[in-house]
């Protein structure tokens, strides 16, 4: 990644906590992310690792007791970390969006899916609600849902899970933002259909010029459509490469066990391999190396110090003390 250019979305040492009646959590602790103009970037790690905390602090949707307590959230270079309500939904789905996870439960029930993609270009644009209402039937068709007059007055529970993905997705692209999140976008779909709904997001980023940060625990996924990964553990960014080198050159021992368990298409292996051990509590994480009770390749110092990320090699960083100094140890 040319880190001098300029970027889309800036984040940067960003740190979210929860303060509950058990002690603080921080979800998000010193998570700094590039993304450049249509790019698409991967987000992974295992569940509960601050992925879709990290994209719910960025577009603002943090709810008590969670809190940004540090950083940054640069779009084009404006700060937008702290904008009130009425600032934010400026902003929010109009210059950045978020695609969830689950459709069923993002889209109301009791509307038609056309019903509720329109109300997000009334609410940001200037038009009547027929010139609306064509742009809505406009973005279906360019997110590959047919019949699209007719498919406007369906209610959700009427579409098949794929077809509600693409109205979330076109509901994310109707205003033409410059940042789109998916978080998991593909997870509840069969291999078909996510197959179709990366083809359309790669298209978007082509076409349009789209930055999306794509939210995921799928490495396949990642080699499929991303340009660049951040791995993530415990609310830090273990390792960050380009993809290619990421896959090439994987050096955090978090990475290679995320890598050494995904099934090999020879089937040689009697067992998948599995990282031994849990994440660990939020409230109560090691007081060195965040990974260290996992670890396999530990030394003394894992477990007594916190380790930066270090530039192994230009834009590849590991949070390893390996390679501490840029130099493995």
């Avoid at 960025?58 to 640069?74: A, E, N």
Wanted: proline residues 5%; charged residues 25%; glycine residues 8%.
């Amino acid at each position: 990644m040319d880190m001098k250019e300029e970027m889309a979305l800036q984040i940067r040492d960003l740190k979210s906590h929860f303060f509950t009646s058990k002690g603080v959590v921080p979800a998000v602790d010193g998570v700094s992310i590039d993304v450049p103009p249509g790019r698409i970037i991967g987000l992974v790690g295992e569940s509960g690792c601050g992925k879709s905390m990290t994209a719910m602090s960025v577009m603002g949707l943090l709810r008590h007791p969670g809190k940004i307590v540090g950083g940054t959230i640069l779009l084009e270079g404006r700060d937008i970390t702290h904008l009130s309500k009425r600032e934010r939904s400026k902003v929010r789905g109009n210059e950045i969006s978020m695609i969830f996870q689950e459709p069923m439960t993002s889209l109301n029930p009791v509307y038609p899916v056309g019903r509720q993609v329109q109300e997000a270009i009334l609410l940001h644009q200037k038009v009547t609600k027929e010139e609306a209402k064509q742009r809505v039937i406009d973005i279906f068709k360019e997110v590959g849902i047919p019949e699209p007059e007719k498919r406007y007055y369906s209610y959700p529970h009427q579409l098949s899970g794929g077809l509600r993905q693409r109205v979330m997705i076109g509901m994310a692209m109707v205003c033409r933002p410059k940042v789109m999140i998916a978080d998991e976008p593909t997870t509840a779909l069969d291999v078909t259909i996510e197959a179709q709904i990366l083809r359309l997001m790669k298209r978007l980023r082509d076409e349009l010029g789209t930055s999306i940060i794509l939210i995921t625990h799928n490495m396949g996924v990642v080699a499929e459509v991303c340009d660049y990964v951040y791995v993530m553990y415990a609310g830090n960014v273990m390792e960050q490469a380009e993809t290619f080198e990421l896959f090439e050159r994987t050096e955090h021992p978090y990475t290679q066990g995320l890598l050494k368990s995904i099934p090999k298409l020879d089937g040689k292996e009697d067992r998948l391999y599995t990282i031994e051990g849990v994440v660990p509590n939020l409230l109560h994480l090691p007081k060195g190396c965040n990974f260290c009770n996992r670890c396999d390749q530990t030394v003394e110092k894992c477990f007594v110090e916190k380790p930066e990320l270090y530039e192994t090699r230009e834009g590849h960083k590991v949070r390893c003390f390996r390679y501490e100094g840029g130099v493995k140890a």
